[in-house]
């Protein structure tokens, strides 16, 4: 059969869904109709295609929220979210007259009971199974995890938040079905922060949560602890990571280019537009994009011969084919269309990439890089930020980089006087958007400095001195450290409290880069040593996600898994910055007035 992306979460989200939802249905030989939420949809569509779940029995895919014609001689999948609005809708598939010849319902998570009595009440004798399979989250990459809520930043960073308590609760379930779908029962630390307290919250619910769990196991019998740490972090741990220009190739194209649901529009010489999707069942895209856009355009050349000496190969077996021969070229065609296909794709978006990096970015990467690392490409500290900041201020660039300048000079300072703060913004010409800088404060991320500091230090960070860099490039996000440190237990007690107890291996007691050593690195041996599970409350950046995969690699004896609320690009962070709310300005020049 055809078999779904294998990817690593990916992949282990099929097998699980086969295992419950499909293996459930598959005792009858009856083709099925699967009926999807919007969540659900966006979940199967990131680990498998059509063509597995043909294979299995289903021939039909639905819309749970749209009219559909009844077939009541089909049996029906129903695979959704425990919510009032699903639960309403499946009811009416049945209600006056049925729509199917049975129901088949599975949730992704727990099923609250006045939800579960109201469904059993109205339409028990139609449904033949109901189980909950435990998958709330979105497997988006082979390392990387969503709960694909990007609303989660305004309900817990607005201040005064009427939903926040709520918000945590449903992204700790989250993280749990996370955990059961790997199979794993983590320790918990999380990120102490002075100012707000979201994280440690967090970690104390996804703890309560996972006893509850794993007491309730259906194996009937307590699970203990597994080889596995899950770190909690909130957004305001690195600021500087979603606001710099990066310039690996996928963080690049989706912070530069409009890429909606991973679609990328591009032209063709002949003036023709297409559209490629740039996921993990692009081979190239995989192998291309965490590298560094120098070496990706260095690519490009061998890319386009490639192209040529194949087209020149099919011209001459198309003047060489023979009857006999047909047939086998048949069957290697479509291979040969995707390859030229996501050459194409790649020729086209790294030149597309090349051509707004020289127009715009390139003046810009000096000066953010020597504000974020507090040193210039020669390792001279800077000693004056201003000077550093003031020719990209005085440059005709667009307002959005402008202001990813300031807050970047802000940051390197750990906050400036209300006097400089209202003389950046005027220069940037927000008077009236200054919600996309002071907002931040809402996050716990000084914008003004106060007599005392004491209350946000600044991270420390790991010497990388050594380490080959370009230099438009020398930034390394911050949470490469704590990956790093994590896996060799050197996170401190006092900065990463934990909130339940972590097996040996974490603890302290050794070093995992010492002890845990595989002979290979093939997935299955990943996966059989131990894992570090990263979860960024607030959003993860591709770079951030980008460090997964080099931590692993770098490391053999450890798969570090990171996920988050939803993937930022710097603009939408902005924006989601600024909405916010607006606090006036007078809120803001107490300590002018009064040092």
Same mark, same amino acid.
């Given at each position: 059969?055809?078999?779904?992306?294998?990817? *690593?979460?990916?992949?282990?989200?099929?097998?699980?869904?086969?295992?419950?939802?499909?293996?459930?249905?598959?005792?009858?030989?009856?083709?099925?109709?699967?009926?999807?939420?919007?969540?659900?949809?966006?979940?199967?569509?990131?680990?498998?295609?059509?063509?597995?779940?043909?294979?299995? *029995?289903?021939?039909?895919?639905?819309?749970?929220?749209?009219?559909?014609?009844?077939?009541?001689?089909?049996?029906?999948?129903?695979?959704?979210?425990?919510?009032?609005?699903?639960?309403?809708?499946?009811?009416?598939?049945?209600?006056?007259?049925?729509?199917?010849?049975?129901?088949?319902?599975?949730?992704?998570?727990?099923?609250?009971?006045?939800?579960?009595?109201?469904?059993?009440?109205?339409?028990?004798?139609?449904?033949?199974?109901?189980?909950?399979?435990?998958?709330? &989250?979105?497997?988006?990459?082979?390392?990387?995890?969503?709960?694909?809520?990007?609303?989660?930043?305004?309900?817990?960073?607005?201040?005064?938040?009427?939903?926040?308590?709520?918000?945590?609760?449903?992204?700790?379930?989250?993280?749990?079905?996370?955990?059961?779908?790997?199979?794993?029962?983590?320790?918990?630390? &999380?990120?102490?922060?002075?100012?707000?307290?979201?994280?440690?919250?967090?970690?104390?619910?996804?703890?309560?949560?996972?006893?509850?769990?794993?007491?309730?196991?259906?194996?009937?019998?307590?699970? *203990?602890?597994?080889?596995?740490?899950?770190?909690?972090?909130?957004?305001?741990?690195?600021?500087?990571?979603?606001?710099?220009?990066?310039?690996?190739?996928?963080?690049?194209?989706?912070?530069?280019?409009?890429?909606?649901?991973?679609?990328?529009?591009?032209?063709?010489?002949?003036?023709?537009?297409?559209?490629?999707?740039?996921?993990?069942?692009?081979?190239?895209?995989?192998?291309?994009?965490?590298?560094?856009?120098?070496?990706?355009?260095?690519?490009?050349?061998?890319?386009?011969?490639?192209?040529?000496?194949?087209?020149?190969?099919?011209?001459?077996?198309?003047?060489?084919?023979?009857?006999?021969?047909?047939?086998?070229?048949?069957?290697?065609?479509?291979?040969?269309?995707?390859?030229?296909?996501?050459?194409?794709?790649?020729?086209?978006?790294?030149?597309?990439?090349?051509?707004?990096?020289?127009?715009?970015?390139?003046?810009?990467?000096?000066?953010?890089?020597?504000?974020?690392?507090?040193?210039?490409?020669?390792?001279?500290?800077?000693?004056?930020?201003?000077?550093?900041?003031?020719?990209?201020?005085?440059?005709?660039?667009?307002?959005?980089?402008?202001?990813?300048?300031?807050?970047?000079?802000?940051?390197?300072?750990?906050?400036?006087?209300?006097?400089?703060?209202?003389?950046?913004?005027?220069?940037?010409?927000?008077?009236?958007?200054?919600?996309?800088?002071?907002?931040?404060?809402?996050?716990?991320?000084?914008?003004?400095?106060?007599?005392?500091?004491?209350?946000?230090?600044?991270?420390?960070?790991?010497?990388?001195?050594?380490?080959?860099?370009?230099?438009?490039?020398?930034?390394?996000?911050?949470?490469?450290?704590?990956?790093?440190?994590?896996?060799?237990?050197?996170?401190?007690?006092?900065?990463?409290?934990?909130?339940?107890?972590?097996?040996?291996?974490?603890?302290?007691?050794?070093?995992?880069?010492?002890?845990?050593?595989?002979? *290979?690195?093939?997935?299955?041996?990943?996966?059989?040593?131990?894992?570090?599970?990263?979860?960024?409350?607030?959003?993860?950046?591709?770079?951030?996600?980008?460090?997964?995969?080099?931590?692993?690699?770098?490391?053999?004896?450890?798969?570090?898994?990171?996920?988050?609320?939803?993937?930022?690009?710097?603009?939408?962070?902005?924006?989601?910055?600024?909405?916010?709310?607006?606090?006036?300005?007078?809120?803001?020049?107490?300590?002018?007035?009064?040092?």
């Amino acid at each position: 059969m055809a078999t779904a992306a294998d990817h *690593g979460l990916k992949t282990i989200v099929w097998q699980r869904i086969k295992d419950t939802l499909i293996a459930d249905c598959r005792k009858s030989e009856v083709w099925k109709i699967l009926i999807l939420d919007h969540f659900t949809t966006r979940l199967l569509s990131s680990c498998c295609k059509m063509s597995d779940l043909m294979s299995e *029995g289903i021939t039909i895919v639905e819309d749970l929220h749209k009219n559909r014609e009844p077939v009541p001689e089909m049996k029906a999948i129903y695979f959704m979210r425990p919510t009032a609005m699903c639960i309403d809708a499946f009811i009416n598939d049945f209600k006056p007259k049925p729509k199917y010849k049975a129901a088949y319902v599975f949730f992704t998570d727990y099923c609250p009971d006045d939800l579960f009595d109201k469904m059993k009440k109205s339409c028990a004798k139609h449904i033949k199974v109901c189980k909950e399979i435990n998958i709330s &989250f979105l497997p988006l990459e082979a390392q990387v995890f969503s709960c694909d809520n990007a609303e989660a930043f305004k309900s817990i960073y607005t201040p005064n938040s009427q939903d926040r308590d709520q918000t945590l609760e449903t992204i700790a379930d989250q993280i749990v079905t996370l955990c059961a779908t790997l199979d794993e029962y983590p320790g918990v630390r &999380f990120k102490k922060d002075p100012n707000l307290n979201y994280g440690k919250k967090l970690a104390e619910l996804v703890d309560n949560k996972l006893a509850r769990h794993y007491e309730l196991d259906d194996n009937s019998k307590k699970k *203990g602890k597994t080889q596995a740490q899950l770190l909690i972090v909130d957004r305001a741990l690195d600021p500087v990571s979603p606001i710099l220009h990066e310039l690996t190739y996928q963080a690049m194209a989706f912070d530069l280019i409009p890429i909606k649901d991973n679609a990328y529009e591009y032209k063709l010489k002949d003036g023709s537009k297409k559209e490629a999707l740039l996921t993990e069942e692009d081979e190239l895209w995989v192998k291309l994009r965490h590298m560094h856009i120098a070496e990706v355009t260095g690519q490009i050349p061998k890319l386009v011969k490639e192209i040529s000496a194949s087209r020149g190969e099919k011209k001459q077996s198309d003047e060489k084919i023979s009857i006999g021969g047909l047939s086998q070229l048949m069957k290697k065609m479509p291979a040969f269309r995707k390859q030229v296909t996501q050459k194409t794709v790649h020729i086209c978006l790294a030149e597309d990439l090349m051509s707004r990096y020289q127009k715009n970015v390139e003046k810009l990467c000096k000066a953010e890089q020597d504000l974020a690392v507090g040193a210039d490409a020669e390792g001279q500290k800077v000693k004056d930020p201003m000077r550093t900041l003031l020719p990209v201020l005085l440059h005709p660039h667009d307002t959005t980089d402008k202001i990813r300048a300031v807050l970047l000079y802000i940051f390197s300072l750990n906050g400036t006087t209300a006097e400089n703060l209202n003389k950046l913004i005027q220069h940037v010409k927000i008077e009236d958007e200054r919600g996309y800088i002071l907002n931040w404060e809402h996050l716990g991320v000084p914008i003004l400095s106060t007599p005392s500091m004491y209350s946000f230090r600044k991270q420390s960070r790991r010497d990388r001195s050594d380490e080959e860099t370009y230099k438009v490039s020398r930034w390394t996000p911050i949470i490469k450290d704590v990956m790093e440190d994590a896996v060799e237990n050197k996170l401190e007690v006092k900065d990463w409290p934990y909130q339940s107890e972590c097996p040996s291996a974490w603890n302290g007691s050794r070093a995992v880069s010492a002890r845990q050593k595989h002979k *290979g690195s093939s997935p299955d041996d990943l996966r059989s040593g131990l894992r570090l599970i990263l979860f960024v409350l607030g959003g993860v950046t591709y770079s951030e996600m980008r460090c997964a995969y080099e931590v692993t690699h770098a490391n053999k004896s450890c798969e570090v898994i990171i996920g988050s609320t939803h993937i930022l690009t710097p603009r939408s962070l902005l924006e989601d910055i600024y909405k916010l709310g607006k606090q006036p300005m007078e809120s803001f020049t107490i300590e002018e007035d009064n040092p």
